[in-house]
């Protein structure tokens, strides 16, 4: 029994020597899952951190020092009357509108007093200002033969380029010869024009280049310019023999007001005789048709051999508003065609006239003009039967027939189908030539308006990326334009019945100088102005981002235009997906578009930061329109705060000091974009001023003398004025000055340097750079002053780039529009941030900012922002200092590897972490299932932003297994292929010759006529009255009008090719965005953190524990996180990510947009009862064919052909 005893003694000894070993090694792992995260400890660090950046923030900016001299002044606090406001500023933009109106119809008129002018021919050839000859001077100094001397100038106002304002230039497109008899007379009589140019830049100098683009093919433009222009900047050091200008003709300027809008059904035959170098013209033709054409017409693109389809599936039995997007989808559809059976022409001719006839008949489309654009190599017959029945008598429809390639059996019929439809033939051979050709479809759609001769219709088009901003900003970047333009006609008489275009004449408009008189400070922090036209597309909104640059325009001038859609910058917050518009803001863009005056309410969906940031808000929308023009104006105002204004200003005159002395010193700034006071006569020389601040300083000290006024109202239109009103002595000093603004700047002025006078401690302040790493601290105020002070130890230089270089527009700073949303979530709070590269910097900075309120009559609004800048490494080290300590016994701090601890912002981002790197990212992509957790748990709340002004790359790949197989006959069958090519060039090019020769030779002889028997010239027309409603305004094209897929040279084929593979595209994006919710957590930072933990997460089953607490004070919240279990972490992406639509309709993969409402223009001249006595319509001669010639170009590509 005892030695029993013993044995059970010693075993249980064992066994409580291996439980204790045991519970040794466990209980370290034990405890810490046990304690999990010490919560405690997180919000007490959390408390500190923030407190700590309150205080010192609070004692550095001086923030409730700078509210409490608000107040000491007699400040009220009013609320704004929005329709009072929008009238307003509608009058200002009308008044100025209405000046480039009347300068243009003046131009006009006195063109075509010049036109009617006999040309003197003294026996001296002509000499004129041709821009591309300008300046080239030969060894003795002389001006090189064929060139022109001219005195350039560089002037900010017209894009920083050397001009001559005293005379115009005319600029030649390559396809245009000025020694033909038509150009060189056009160019003689159009300088007669200069003068009125010189008159209507004297009258208003914020007029931009005036222009007469002649039919002929040349652009006179003022003020005179070399071309391409002398400039020594960067921008334009590229290879000169490429900076030739576009032929404008094509272009929407252009088109509009030469023509009214149309409906085009372009029908491609695409049968087996369609093949090679005649399908690519066809093609070529059709995109040049496509950009002749713009927001206000509807086209369609048919191709048929057998049956006749869409070249667009989604486009099925439809005509689309002829918009970016549509067109850019009917070019990339071209490049499937692949020609195969025998073309039906019955079939396509009667498609093309049903949809037509219905659109006409349900009051769809343009309601205007309608036409047949028929490509071809050569149709069997005439086809008289169909359009006697579709079109006799009365030709609502026009038919434009092209003949493509060599074969010219068919020219009898295809200019017949032309003639007999009040259309045009043109045959079409080479590539260099479709754009001239293309062009005579849009004299002919001239033609009635031409005959009336009294109505020239004023036409405003899209917005489009122009030349250089005039800014005082050293990023001087391509800036926004419109352009408005009217006809000019020909009124001579002709010894046969025509009805010529001279050209068209107009100016560009910068946008810049509308926004000017919708001065943003009335509006307020966060509030906006827009302006849409009659297409409910955007002329401006804060959220326009042209994909498009300037370069294209920079290189040969043609404006790339933007149609984005009013539906596409209001992103409203409720939204069911992407395109499903509200109905309250569709109920906005129809009262817009039908220029009514209202206001409504919208909550929305703002981001900032390249689409990084999200915020929501609810605006008051007013809405107004712009009296004899396409457009409506817009503001757009946050409730609450938003609905109220500062009342606070400094009466300059009544002032005991020298306003000026508000402003000493070299720290400070005013908005570089706003007009505080400015010169109205170009002849003051606003080059006078470099600066902004110097600009200011010049009036204020003006304002100090006898005599003095304010001048607050601009010049009014020349149709408020004596018809010849004459410029006088006075007006050559005339000047604007923006009283309320100035008079708030210098209030904002004296404010700010009391407060600058009475500095902080300087012991405070190194204390401050020592432990927070200040570097700075400023103020910026509701009238855009900007002032700062650094606080670097002595011999340190400040950061680069300074604060002041980058940050000068006060309230339209990011920072300053998100203190101002934080101040209704946390009054209390700084708003902190870092650049998102901060990882790639050497020594980033945080911003903090906070928006100063003031209150009268229990009414608050944003007087000012004060903020701070620290150095990141500073406060990193500061918040590890403070999480590595605990107030009570911890075993985990932030300093272990046990625990990873974030401070992320309001919207996601990592402002601090153990690991710099971070610093700057989106926590989702460093720990997306932390940051899923955050989401569930209703910390950060996921919103939705659909980008519809997104630029996606093409991806397609062409590579394939083939691309590694080593094939050695390809050497030898590439060379066998470039002999032939080469062969078949040849050939083409003697045919082409040999062609030529043969038509010259019968245009020495007798024209061939062809008279229709069997056409009835002599039917009844309507009256014009019939014919002219009332529509609405035009709007413009939208691409370049060269093709896109022009092959290198003419014989090579180019079937199957995309060229849309090539750089990007625009494209609908969609984007995960993340905003705080703090009521989920408590503001104040008293009570214990949001706990968390991650389960089944890790085939171990650990648990991956965190806690979340506010950070008081700030819009920051600690995160820290459980390190021990090794859960997977998945990543959270904020890059945009494309939406590809599946609408179910035909495959396509957008969504339409031509649902959407829109008026059409007011003005529709389609028909004169006395067209039919015009009798060009095309010359119809035959040309013979060399038949051996063709068989062995035909050989020549069917060995091609299989050798590819």
Not at 346 to 355: Q, W
Not at 818 to 830: K, M
Not at 1130 to 1146: R, V, W
Request: glycine content about 6%; proline content about 6%.
């Amino acid at each position: 029994m005892v030695c029993e005893s013993l044995v059970r003694s010693r075993t249980f000894k064992k066994l409580f020597y291996v439980m204790i070993i045991l519970f040794v090694r466990i209980y370290p792992v034990f405890m810490d899952q046990g304690e999990d995260i010490p919560h405690n400890e997180v919000r007490n660090w959390a408390l500190k951190f923030g407190v700590d950046l309150w205080q010192y923030g609070k004692l550095l900016t001086r923030m409730n020092e700078l509210q409490r001299k608000y107040h000491d002044e007699n400040i009220k606090v009013a609320r704004k009357d929005g329709l009072i406001l929008i009238r307003d500023m509608a009058k200002e933009v009308q008044n100025m509108m209405s000046f480039k109106i009347e300068a243009v119809r003046r131009i006009t008129e006195s063109a075509e007093q010049a036109a009617l002018t006999p040309q003197t021919d003294n026996g001296q050839p002509f000499r004129y200002y041709n821009a591309k000859r300008l300046n080239s001077f030969g060894p003795d100094g002389r001006p090189a033969e064929g060139t022109r001397e001219m005195t350039l100038t560089p002037n900010p106002h017209f894009d920083h380029l050397p001009v001559n304002t005293s005379l115009s230039t005319v600029l030649i497109p390559p396809n245009v010869e000025d020694y033909d008899a038509e150009v060189t007379n056009a160019i003689q009589w159009s300088e007669h024009l200069d003068p009125l140019f010189i008159h209507n830049y004297e009258d208003d100098p914020s007029l931009s280049w005036q222009f007469f683009g002649s039919s002929t093919g040349f652009l006179r433009r003022y003020p005179g310019i070399a071309w391409p222009p002398e400039d020594m900047s960067t921008v334009w050091q590229r290879p000169r023999n490429s900076r030739n200008v576009y032929d404008f003709r094509s272009s929407a300027w252009y088109v509009s007001a030469a023509t009214s809008p149309k409906d085009i059904v372009i029908l491609i035959d695409n049968s087996g005789s369609m093949s090679g170098h005649k399908s690519n013209l066809a093609r070529a033709t059709t995109e040049s048709i496509l950009n002749t054409l713009g927001d206000n017409d509807f086209v369609n693109v048919y191709k048929f051999s057998d049956i006749t389809e869409e070249t667009v599936p989604c486009f099925k039995d439809m005509l689309v508003q002829a918009n970016n997007e549509n067109v850019r989808w009917l070019k990339e559809s071209l490049a499937t065609f692949k020609s195969e059976n025998i073309a039906n022409f019955t079939a396509a001719l009667v498609t093309g006239f049903e949809i037509l006839h219905k659109y006409n008949r349900t009051g769809q489309g343009c309601q205007c003009n309608q036409a047949i654009m028929l490509i071809t190599d050569g149709p069997p017959s005439s086809y008289k039967e169909i359009f006697k029945t579709y079109n006799f008598p009365h030709h609502p429809v026009r038919i434009f027939t092209y003949l493509v390639g060599k074969d010219s059996s068919s020219v009898h019929e295809m200019h017949w189908m032309a003639c007999a439809n009040k259309g045009y033939y043109t045959r079409i051979e080479n590539f260099d030539e479709i754009n001239e050709k293309v062009l005579h479809y849009i004299e002919v759609l001239a033609r009635p308006m031409v005959m009336y001769q009294t109505d020239h219709p004023i036409q405003w088009t899209p917005a489009y990326v122009g030349g250089r901003a005039d800014s005082f900003l050293n990023d001087k970047v391509g800036q926004l334009m419109t352009t408005v333009t009217t006809p000019v006609f020909d009124r001579r008489n002709h010894t046969v019945r025509v009805a010529n275009l001279q050209g068209v004449v107009g100016t560009d408009v910068s946008i810049d100088q509308i926004k000017k008189l919708v001065p943003p400070y009335k509006l307020g922090v966060n509030g906006y102005s827009f302006i849409i036209n009659n297409n409910g597309h955007v002329l401006y909104h804060p959220d326009l981002r042209p994909l498009q640059s300037n370069e294209l325009y920079e290189d040969t001038l043609e404006p790339q235009y933007i149609s984005v859609d009013l539906t596409e910058v209001e992103l409203v917050e409720n939204e069911n997906g992407p395109r499903e518009n509200h109905s309250v803001l569709l109920d906005l863009r129809f009262e817009m578009i039908q220029q009514k005056e209202g206001e409504t309410e919208l909550a929305v969906k703002i981001h900032y930061d390249n689409v990084r940031r999200v915020t929501t808000r609810r605006h008051k929308y007013f809405y107004t329109p712009i009296e004899g023009t396409p457009f409506s104006l817009g503001l757009a105002i946050p409730e609450h705060y938003g609905m109220f204004e500062l009342l606070a200003e400094q009466e300059i005159k009544h002032s005991q000091r020298n306003v000026t002395d508000y402003f000493k010193g070299n720290n400070w700034k005013v908005h570089p974009d706003w007009v505080y006071c400015e010169y109205t006569s170009g002849t003051s020389g606003e080059q006078w001023f470099r600066t902004a601040e110097e600009r200011v300083l010049h009036f204020l000290s003006r304002s100090r003398r006898p005599g003095w006024k304010w001048m607050s109202l601009r010049p009014r239109s020349p149709s408020q004025r004596e018809h010849h009103h004459q410029t006088t002595k006075k007006d050559k000093d005339a000047y604007f000055c923006d009283k309320n603004l100035v008079q708030s700047l210098v209030l904002d002025a004296m404010v700010t340097e009391e407060l600058e006078r009475h500095n902080t401690r300087t012991e405070d302040t190194q204390q401050g750079h020592q432990i927070f790493g200040l570097t700075l601290t400023f103020v910026a105020t509701r009238s855009g002053l900007l002032r700062w002070t650094d606080h670097v130890s002595p011999g340190e230089k400040p950061p680069q780039p300074h604060f002041s270089e980058t940050n000068v527009k006060a309230m339209d700073e990011t920072w300053y529009k998100r203190a101002v949303d934080q101040h209704s979530i946390e009054p209390e709070s700084f708003v902190f941030s870092v650049p998102f590269d901060s990882n790639l910097q050497e020594n980033p900075l945080i911003t903090a900012t906070h928006a100063v309120f003031v209150e009268h009559n229990d009414h608050r609004v944003p007087a000012a922002v004060v903020g701070l800048q620290y150095q990141h490494s500073k406060l990193a080290s500061l918040f590890q200092n403070i999480t590595s300590k605990c107030a009570e016994t911890c075993h985990k701090t932030c300093a272990s590897d046990k625990l990873d601890c974030y401070v992320l912002d309001n919207n996601g981002f990592v402002i601090i972490s153990e690991k710099t790197e971070h610093t700057g990212q989106f926590f989702g992509q460093i720990d997306g299932t932390i940051m899923d957790s955050l989401v569930q748990d209703r910390i950060y709340k996921r919103i939705t932003v659909y980008d519809y002004q997104g630029a996606c790359t093409n991806s397609k790949s062409h590579y394939s297994a083939d691309g590694y197989k080593v094939k050695p006959f390809d050497p030898i069958k590439s060379f066998f292929k470039y002999l032939l090519k080469f062969l078949i060039l040849l050939m083409a090019k003697i045919q082409v010759a040999y062609g030529t020769a043969i038509a010259y030779a019968q245009d020495e002889g007798d024209p061939i006529e062809i008279i229709y028997s069997d056409y009835d010239t002599n039917f009844e027309y309507p009256n014009g009255e019939d014919v002219m409603g009332e529509q609405d305004p035009i709007i413009p094209p939208p691409y370049t009008n060269t093709p896109s897929f022009v092959p290198p040279y003419e014989s090579d084929p180019m079937e199957g090719v995309d060229m849309g593979q090539f750089g990007v595209r625009p494209c609908d994006r969609k984007v995960d965005l993340y905003v705080l919710q703090p009521d989920k957590l408590n503001v104040s930072g008293q009570s214990d953190p949001l706990k968390g933990k991650l389960t089944n997460c890790h085939v171990t089953a650990c648990e991956r524990p965190f806690s979340v607490q506010k950070i008081p004070y700030s819009n920051l919240i600690l995160l820290v996180v459980d390190t021990l279990c090794p859960c997977g972490s998945k990543q959270f992406s904020i890059a945009p990510q494309e939406l590809i639509y599946d609408t179910g309709n035909g495959g396509c993969l957008h969504k339409p947009k031509d649902s959407l409402y829109r008026r059409r223009p007011p003005k529709c001249i389609n028909y004169h009862p006395e067209e039919s006595e015009i009798n060009i319509c095309g010359k119809a001669s035959t040309t013979a064919v060399s038949i051996a010639s063709l068989i062995i170009i035909s050989v020549m590509h069917y060995i091609l052909a299989l050798l590819s």
